[in-house]
Structure formats: C-alpha cells, structure tokens
C-alpha cells in the first residue's frame, strides 16, 4: 500500500532551521508532484510548496526565500527546507503526493517558540 512517512520535525527557536523529509513507498514517486502542506491551530490547511515531476517548483508568499523544496527520485523522498523561521511558521506539516488521487502523511509537528 501507499505510504508516506514524515520526519524532522520538533521545536526551533525564532530564526532558526529545521529540515523536514517526507519517504514513500507503493508510488512511482518520479512520476508524481509532491507537497508540502501545513496547518496550524484553528486555520486551514495550506499549501506550502510543491515539486513536479520535472521539478518545477512554487512556493507560498509566506515562504518565499526562507524555504526551499526538493526531491531525491532515487530515494522516493522529497524534502523541505526551512530557514529562518517565525513563529507564524508553527503547524503541523503534511506531506502530499498527488498525480491522479492525492495521498497524505500523518504529520510532522513544528513548534517555532523562544
């Protein structure tokens, strides 16, 4: 079955970096775009970034420059970035895979607090 597990996640201090990374198994990840998504407390769940196929990448405003996305097609694992985080950035973050359906991970929690 399709499976999508997430890590790196924890908690970082205002400014800091943490690097999430997100395996599958049971797709032919190279031919799927994959995502980040996040949602905090009490808002709904948004798009962070995403990665095509042929590695097209887009991004949030929110995000712009603090984070950057990418895959390893010989790992089926994608990755995500993030510098310089802000306590606005603090969420659970999914990630996603999508070519016809989509398929999500449990979640990975990320706390941005001095």
């Known amino acids: 079955q399709v499976q999508l597990v997430e890590s790196g996640g924890g908690l970082v201090q205002p400014g800091g970096s943490l690097r999430l990374s997100c395996a599958t198994s049971?797709?032919?990840?190279?031919?799927?775009?994959m995502g980040w998504y996040r949602q905090a407390p009490a808002k709904q769940r948004e798009l962070v970034a995403a990665?095509?196929?042929?590695?097209?990448?887009n991004y949030a405003d929110s995000v712009k420059g603090r984070f950057t996305i990418s895959r390893d097609n010989a790992k089926n694992t994608v990755y995500l970035q993030m510098n310089s985080l802000k306590p606005d950035d603090t969420a659970v973050y999914y990630c996603?895979?999508?070519?016809?359906?989509?398929?999500w991970g449990q979640g990975t929690r990320v706390t941005v607090s001095s």
């Open positions: 990665i095509t196929s042929g590695g097209r990448t």
């Open positions: 049971g797709i032919i990840f190279s031919t799927y775009t």
């Open positions: 996603n895979a999508y070519l016809v359906g989509h398929y």
